[in-house]
């Protein structure tokens, strides 16, 4: 960590608070530490604001702390309380912003939210910032500055390679995560987490963690996962595409491995398989639907009220590995590169049909979903994981406070978004939601003395 030092070369801004990122949680703490009376300057290392929001509509988490505790059990009891209490006042931030949220809808079949348009909110938050602060793109931050102890702002390479201090009373961390960077993937998610397809802002390459652990912070947990769903494989994504060929039916399908067996209850969620797929050999899987899926959950909408499209027909024009089968014998001609075993995988559909009928047993169990797959023709996509964000990340309070290993609060430092860990573990409900909530704590927390 660096003490604080003006050097004659080094331009100075002074401010009172420094937001790092420039995503849904960074643009949340900067237009409402502006509201609240404070000067703010913003710096973002892309050429654009937004991060990974500017790819989701809907900001949504669990109705209630039962819900949250159901799904949620191993995410901080602490963090996940504040979330569901303060939802709805984040609701109402939006609208205090000018932006239009739609009516509560169902999200995920567990959970509540609203449509908004999250580019109109940033935008917005942009917006206010600039009335009395600054936004700098483009912007690349080397370290923290600190004294005795506090940070106390940040050593910036501006967009034109000028050195810029920016000295701050409180520095808000909300670069995105580090799904973007592989090697810390590999580190901190899984020995094969660099095969997973990125769904997410390209940018998003631990810079908070880095600058976190840089002064002390704990961070974890370790083994959390990671938020993404389920891609056809071969195919490299645009960002148009995240949304579109994201393969949630897979909750509703039969998944196996290149080792032609079924290895995780596919029933409890699309996003759970996908954390399941990347500790498989290669990290890759065949998804196999029968008619009942594709015409109930392939070509319907995840969100109530979004656009249904066909995901099967979009992987196709895609040119993902992907077929149909008239019947179940004719899984027994699957290319032999793709590296699977046909008739395997047919036995193994047959036999999950007769148990599934017969209501024994099945192995791994199908625990929201028993039905048979029996209705042809069948659809075969191979997929792989895709990653959105990272649950590994800097520990923090209810607060935003950063703490550090002994859970003290580290002065001037806070975080908010996809760089905190702690809020889930193994699980998900809302990525928007968390930005926005711990986003507003962090600059109420930056504001409190002013």
């Not at 703490?29 to 609240?36: L, M, Q, V």
């Given at each position: 960590m660096g003490e604080a030092t003006e050097r004659p070369e080094t331009r100075v801004l002074d401010t009172d608070v420094l937001v790092i990122g420039g995503g849904m949680a960074g643009m949340t703490?900067?237009?409402?530490?502006?509201?609240?009376g404070a000067r703010v300057v913003l710096v973002e290392v892309a050429p654009n604001l937004g991060g990974s929001a500017t790819y989701a509509g809907y900001i949504w988490t669990a109705p209630s702390h039962e819900v949250m505790d159901v799904e949620n059990p191993q995410g901080g009891l602490e963090l996940r309380r504040a979330l569901v209490d303060r939802f709805s006042d984040g609701v109402d931030w939006i609208r205090q912003m000018d932006v239009l949220c739609?009516?509560?809808?169902?999200v995920a079949h567990v959970g509540r939210g609203h449509q908004f348009d999250t580019m109109h909110y940033v935008d917005q938050c942009r917006r206010e910032v600039e009335r009395s602060g600054s936004v700098h793109l483009g912007a690349r931050v080397e370290r923290l500055e600190t004294h005795e102890g506090a940070v106390v702002g940040a050593e910036v390479t501006m967009a034109d390679g000028e050195t810029c201090l920016v000295r701050a009373s409180s520095t808000v961390l909300a670069t995105g995560g580090f799904q973007a960077n592989p090697e810390m993937l590999v580190e901190r998610v899984h020995p094969q987490a660099d095969l997973m397809?990125?769904?997410?802002?390209?940018e998003s390459r631990g810079t908070g963690l880095r600058l976190a652990t840089s002064v002390g912070?704990?961070?974890?947990p370790d083994d959390a996962g990671f938020y993404g769903h389920l891609v056809p494989s071969g195919i490299t994504l645009d960002p148009s595409e995240f949304v579109a060929l994201a393969l949630y039916y897979s909750e509703h399908a039969l998944l196996f491995n290149t080792e032609n067996r079924r290895f995780v209850d596919e029933t409890i969620g699309d996003h759970l398989n996908n954390m399941a797929l990347v500790t498989q050999p290669g990290a890759r899987g065949l998804l196999i639907a029968d008619a009942r899926v594709h015409r109930d959950w392939m070509t319907t909408a995840y969100v109530e009220g979004a656009i249904s499209l066909d995901k099967f027909e979009l992987a196709q024009k895609r040119g993902a590995r992907c077929g149909y089968a008239e019947?179940?014998?004719?899984?027994?001609?699957?290319?032999?590169?793709?590296?699977?075993?046909g008739k395997a995988i047919r036995q193994a559909i047959e036999a999950h049909n007769e148990a599934a009928r017969a209501g024994t047993a099945i192995t791994p169990e199908r625990s929201q979903d028993p039905l048979p797959l029996d209705e042809p023709p069948y659809y075969v996509i191979e997929c792989v994981p895709g990653i959105t964000f990272t649950f590994h990340g800097v520990t923090i309070d209810t607060s935003g406070r950063v703490l550090d290993t002994a859970g003290r609060p580290i002065p001037g430092l806070l975080a908010a978004g996809s760089d905190i860990g702690g809020l889930y573990n193994h699980a998900y409900l809302g990525g928007l939601a968390s930005a926005l909530i711990f986003g507003l704590a962090a600059a109420d927390s930056a504001t409190a003395s002013s």
């Open positions: 703490a900067a237009a409402r530490a502006t509201r609240r739609g009516p509560e809808v169902t397809t990125l769904r997410s802002n390209p912070a704990a961070t974890g019947e179940l014998d004719e899984l027994a001609y699957l290319p032999e590169e793709w590296g699977y075993d």
